[in-house]
Antibody, heavy 121, light 112 residues
Framework: EVQLVESGGGLVQPGGSLRLSCAAS????????INWVRQAPGKGLEWVSY????????FYADSVKGRFTISRDNAKNSLYLQMNSLRAEDTAVYYC??????????????WGQGTLVTVSS | DIVMTQSPDSLAVSLGERATINCKSS????????????LAWYQQRPGQPPKLLIY???TRESGVPDRFIGSGSGADFTLTISSLQAEDVAVYYC????????FGQGTKVGIK
């Protein structure tokens, strides 16, 4: 059974940092690209970042570029999101999602349960 | 970025009746290389993560009931629930994956 389990969320002050993790199981993690997608309370879905299976291709949304860093450790079946210079507008549930891709185009077939990040003083 | 616009924002349908959700993209998401529409639909029940329903605009994900039907091409798409069931109460999102992924604002489906 495919499982994605996020962790690392919590309350952080504006300007602070947080590192999210996503533990994968039930599939060959090293064969799949992964997205981070977030959802602000009561709002819609926003794509945050993409990492290819071998980490050679990485993309960020403009809203987080220069502040967030995505990475993965295929030996540990884990994905990470380092979030720096956090702002109130980064408050959201953060999901990791496995991608199925055709060329450069990917959609997400499995999603974790999410971890809540709250940025507030 | 490609902007996705869904309509309506919410709708209420009687059990067993049809629900129709529309999704328009600000540019075509039809790939000329493989003639596929890079459009997916997700269902998000309250308190749950999104669940993939449809990809390539009209291909149903494994295990998704056949009452969920995706259609459309280019920049205009529709998700139809042919006979609404109680468990279909959720917010539905379209997503394009032609460029950097973007989602519609969501359509909340309830029971009349």
């Amino acid at each position: 059974e495919v499982q994605l389990v996020e962790s690392g969320g919590g309350l952080v002050q504006p300007g602070g940092s947080l590192r999210l993790s996503c533990a994968a199981s039930g599939f060959t993690f090293s064969s799949f690209s992964i997205n981070w997608v977030r959802q602000a309370p009561g709002k819609g879905l926003e794509w945050v970042s993409y990492i290819s299976s071998s980490s050679d291709i990485i993309f960020y949304a403009d809203s987080v570029k220069g502040r967030f860093t995505i990475s993965r450790d295929n030996a540990k079946n884990s994905l990470y999101l380092q979030m720096n210079s956090l702002r109130a507008e980064d408050t959201a549930v953060y999901y990791c999602a496995r991608n199925l891709c055709s060329g450069s185009s990917c959609y997400s077939d499995y999603w974790g349960q999410g971890t809540l990040v709250t940025v507030s003083s | 970025d490609i902007v996705m616009t869904q309509s309506p924002d919410s709708l209420a349908v009687s059990l067993g009746e049809r629900a129709t959700i529309n999704c328009k993209s600000s540019q075509s998401v039809l790939s000329s290389s493989n003639n596929k529409n890079y459009l997916a639909w997700y269902q998000q029940r309250p308190g749950q993560p999104p669940k993939l329903l449809i990809y390539w605009a009209s291909t149903r994900e494994s295990g998704v009931p056949d009452r969920f039907i995706g259609s459309g091409s280019g920049a205009d798409f529709t998700l139809t629930i042919s006979s609404l069931q109680a468990e279909d109460v959720a917010v539905y999102y379209c997503q394009q994956h032609y460029g950097s992924p973007t989602f519609g604002q969501g359509t909340k489906v309830g029971i009349k």
